[in-house]
C-alpha cells in the first residue's frame, strides 16, 4: 500500500460524496474526461508536508475548491473531512489555517509496514493490479560510426524505465533500432571506394570507417554549403534593408508595438547572419586545408553520388550488399562492447536493415488505402495541419527513416501487441514523432499509447553541446574511461586515508573505480530532468556529498559497514515479531522516507521520469544520515533498541541496493 496514491484515492471518494451539484458550480464539465483531469488537479494538491509539526502529508485543495463552489474554505474541509475514511493509517486529520488538511500517519502503521517490508524481498512494493505491455524503443546509435556522448541519455533512461516497469509487473520488451542501414552507409560505401586507407582498415576498421563516414559528410556539406551561400548572403541582404526601413518609418521615438516588430525583426535578422557565418566558417574549414580542398574539387558530385550509392544498397546491389554485411560485424561488436561496461541488454536488435522487405509492400499499402498519395514523383502522407507532408519514398525510389518506423510500428504491433510504445529519443526529433504518430493512427494504430520520452542535451562547460577541445563529438567509450580513472583516485584516496590502513587489495580497487566512475556518469544523467538539458561535470558527479551515485554508494557501504562491526546477519533480524521503535524524530522520518519508495516508483513512471528515483534516494540517504547521527546503532542503550534501529539500517541499504538496481546501478560493499 502505497501512502500518497491511497490518500488520493480515500480523498477522491469523500470529495465524490459532495452533496452538490458540481457540474452546475462549474467544476465538471460534460465532458467526463474533462471531469476526471478537474478532479485530478485538486488531488495533486495532497502533498508531503514541509514541516513536521503540519504532520506528515497535507491536503491543500479546499481553498481553490472553496472558491469554485463559492463556499468557505474551512467549512468545505470540515465537510470534506465527515466523508473521509482514512482512520486504518492516519490519526485523526487536523483542520490548519484557512483550510489546509494535515494528515499524520499512525505510528502502529507504519511499524507494521516496515515489519513487513523487512520480511518482503520486493520490500512491501505491490506489482500493479493493472499491468500493460510496453515496447521500449532506446538507445538506437548508428553501427558505423562510434557511440558518443548524445547517446548516454537515451540508453540509461530507457534501461532505468525497462527495469522499473518490469519491477512493478509490467511486460516489457526492449528493442535497440540501431541504424544499420540508410544513408550513412551509402557514404560509407562512397569513401570506402574513394578514400579508405586499408592498413587502418585492417588494424581499427571501426575507427576507420568513422573516419570514413566525417569525411564524405563534411565533403557533402561543403558543396551543399556553397549552393545555399548565394541565397543566404541574400536574404542577409533582404533583412537588412527591411530593418533599416522600419528604423527609419518609425523614427526617434517608436511606440510599444513597434519597438516589438523591430526586435522581431532583429532578431531573424541575427539568425540570418549566424547561419551565414557558419556556412561561411564550414567552406572556410574545407578551403583552407590543401587535402580536402583537393578532394572537393576532385569529387563535386559526391552528393548524387552518395544517394546513387544509397538507392544501389537499398535496391539489393550484389558488392553494396557485400560491403554492408562485411561492415557490420566489427561495428556491433564495438557497440556491444560500451553496452557490456554500461551493463545495458536488450530483448531485442532489430535495427533498419530488418525491416527492409516490409518497406515496399507497406508503401504499396499505404497508397491502396489511399493514405498516401503521389506528389512529384515521390510518394506522401499529407498530414492535417502539417504544410510539409510525410514523404515514404523518394523519387529515386529510397525509402526514409520515416517508412522504416511506420513498418517498425506495424511489426510491433503484429507481434508484441503492446499496450504502449516508447520511444526514448532526443527532443530534436519532437516534429517526427508527431507527424509519425499521427500516420500510424491513420493506418489503424490508434488506440496504442505512442509516447515520444524526449530529454534534453548534454552540455560542455561552455553552455554548448558537449565537444572535446578540437571540436568533434566526445566519444562514449572515452567518456567512461575517464570517468573510471578519476574514480580510482578518489576510492585509493579514500581506502589510504581509513584509520586503520587501507582494506582494499589492488584489484578490488580496480573493481569498486569501474563501478563507481560507470555508475556516476550513469546517475549524472538520470538525476537531471530528463527534458533539460544539462552540463557535464566529473567533478560533480563523482562527489562524495550531494545527489550523486557516489554519495549513495557511499551511504550503502556505510551501513553495510555497521553490520560488519556488528557482525550480524541482516536476514536475522526478521524473526516473528519483529519490530521497529520510532520514539526519536530521526527514526520516524526515516521510517516514513523508506516506505515512500512504492510511491516515488509510481511517480517515476507516471511521466517516465527516473529522476523521480534519484530525488527519492537522495532524501532517503539524507533521513539516514541525520538518523546515523542522532541515533546510535551499535551504542544503543539496550539490546532491543540496537536490533531495532539494526532493523531501520537494513531496511535503508536495501532500499538503495533496490532503487539503484532499478537505476542500472550496482552498488558496492566497500569504499
Not at 510491433?412 to 516508447?422: G, K, S, V
Request: aromatic fraction near 8%.
Amino acid at each position: 500500500m502505497s501512502i500518497l496514491p491511497t490518500l488520493r484515492e480515500r480523498f477522491r471518494r469523500a470529495l465524490g460524496d459532495l452533496p452538490y451539484d458540481l457540474q452546475a458550480d462549474g467544476l465538471q464539465a460534460d465532458d467526463p474526461q474533462a471531469a476526471g483531469r478537474q478532479m485530478d488537479e485538486l488531488l495533486d494538491l495532497i502533498r508531503r508536508s514541509g514541516d513536521p509539526k503540519f504532520g506528515d502529508y497535507q491536503a491543500n485543495f479546499a481553498m481553490p475548491l472553496g472558491k469554485r463552489l463559492r463556499r468557505a474554505p474551512r467549512e468545505l474541509a470540515a465537510e470534506i473531512l465527515q466523508r473521509l475514511d482514512v482512520g486504518d493509517f492516519c490519526d485523526r486529520p487536523e483542520i490548519a489555517g484557512p483550510g489546509f488538511i494535515n494528515l499524520r500517519i499512525k505510528d502502529d502503521w507504519l511499524i507494521q509496514r516496515l515489519a513487513a517490508a523487512g520480511e518482503d524481498a520486493r520490500l512491501g512494493v505491490p506489482k500493479t493490479d493493472a499491468p500493460r505491455t510496453f515496447v521500449i524503443d532506446y538507445s538506437a546509435p548508428n553501427v558505423a560510426k562510434p557511440m558518443h556522448v548524445g547517446h548516454i541519455r537515451s540508453t540509461v533512461i530507457g534501461d532505468s524505465l525497462c527495469r522499473t516497469l518490469r519491477f512493478l509487473g509490467h511486460s516489457v520488451i526492449s528493442d535497440n533500432h540501431i541504424g544499420d542501414w540508410g544513408t550513412q552507409f551509402g557514404m560509407i560505401i562512397y569513401g570506402y571506394r574513394h578514400f579508405v586507407d586499408e592498413t587502418a582498415y585492417r588494424e581499427r576498421p571501426v575507427e576507420e570507417l568513422a573516419r570514413l563516414y566525417r569525411l564524405v559528410r563534411q565533403l557533402v556539406d561543403y558543396h551543399e554549403g556553397k549552393a545555399k551561400l548565394p541565397d543566404t548572403a541574400d536574404e542577409v541582404a533582404q533583412q537588412e534593408a527591411v530593418l533599416r526601413q522600419r528604423k527609419s518609418e518609425a523614427g526617434e521615438n517608436p511606440d510599444k508595438k513597434t519597438r516589438k516588430v523591430l526586435r522581431k525583426l532583429q532578431n531573424d535578422l541575427d539568425q540570418a547572419r549566424a547561419e551565414e557565418e557558419n556556412l561561411k566558417s564550414r567552406l572556410a574549414a574545407v578551403e583552407s586545408d590543401p587535402v580536402l580542398s583537393k578532394l572537393a574539387a576532385e569529387h563535386s558530385g559526391i552528393g548524387p553520388a552518395v544517394l546513387a550509392e544509397t538507392a544501389r544498397l537499398h535496391a539489393g546491389d550484389d558488392e553494396n550488399l557485400r560491403l554492408w554485411r562485411e561492415f557490420l560485424p566489427a561495428c556491433r561488436e564495438e557497440i556491444d562492447g560500451v553496452y557490456r561496461r554500461l551493463k545495458v541488454a536488450f530483448d531485442h536488435t532489430l535495427g533498419e536493415s530488418y525491416y527492409i522487405d516490409r518497406l515496399g509492400p507497406l508503401v504499396d499499402e499505404l497508397i491502396e488505402r489511399r493514405i498516401a498519395t503521389e506528389s512529384d514523383g515521390a510518394i506522401c502522407i499529407f498530414l492535417e495541419g502539417q504544410e510539409v507532408p510525410m514523404i515514404v519514398r523518394k523519387q529515386d525510389g529510397a525509402f526514409l527513416y520515416a517508412t522504416t518506423d511506420l513498418a517498425t510500428i506495424s511489426y510491433r504491433m503484429e507481434t508484441f501487441h503492446p499496450d504502449a510504445i516508447l520511444y526514448v529519443v532526443d527532443h530534436r526529433q519532437g516534429m517526427h514523432f508527431a507527424h509519425l504518430f499521427t500516420a500510424a493512427a491513420l493506418m489503424g494504430y490508434d488506440a496504442v499509447e505512442l509516447q515520444h520520452v524526449s530529454f534534453g542535451t548534454v552540455l560542455g562547460a561552455d553552455g554548448r553541446p558537449f565537444k572535446t577541445r578540437s571540436g568533434d563529438t566526445v566519444g562514449l567509450e572515452s567518456l567512461l574511461d575517464e570517468a573510471v580513472r578519476r574514480a580510482g583516485e578518489i576510492v585509493a584516496a579514500g581506502d589510504d586515508a581509513k584509520p586503520d590502513g587501507p582494506e582494499l587489495s589492488a584489484r578490488q580497487r580496480r573493481n569498486v573505480a569501474e563501478n563507481v566512475g560507470v555508475a556516476a556518469l550513469k546517475y549524472a544523467d538520470l538525476s537531471h530532468n530528463r527534458t533539460s538539458d544539462y552540463v557535464f561535470s566529473f567533478d560533480k558527479m563523482l562527489a562524495m556529498n550531494g545527489n550523486t551515485a557516489t554519495y549513495m554508494q557511499y551511504a550503502y557501504a556505510r551501513v553495510r559497514s555497521i553490520f560488519r562491526k556488528a557482525n550480524a546477519a541482516p536476514e536475522a533480524l526478521w524473526t516473528a515479531g519483529a519490530e521497529i521503535s520510532l520514539d526519536e524524530p530521526a527514526e520516524r522520518a526515516l521510517a516514513l522516507e523508506i516506505l515512500r519508495f512504492s510511491e516515488a516508483l509510481e511517480l517515476t513512471t507516471t511521466d517516465y521520469r527516473p529522476s523521480q528515483l534519484t530525488s527519492y534516494l537522495f532524501e532517503l540517504s539524507n533521513r539516514y544520515s541525520t538518523f546515523f547521527d542522532q541515533c546510535h546503532v551499535l551504542r544503543a542503550e539496550n539490546d532491543q533498541l540496537r536490533q531495532s534501529r539494526l532493523r531501520l539500517c537494513d531496511l535503508t541499504a536495501r532500499t538503495i541496493r533496490k532503487g539503484l538496481e532499478l537505476l542500472g546501478i550496482d552498488v558496492v560493499e566497500q569504499m
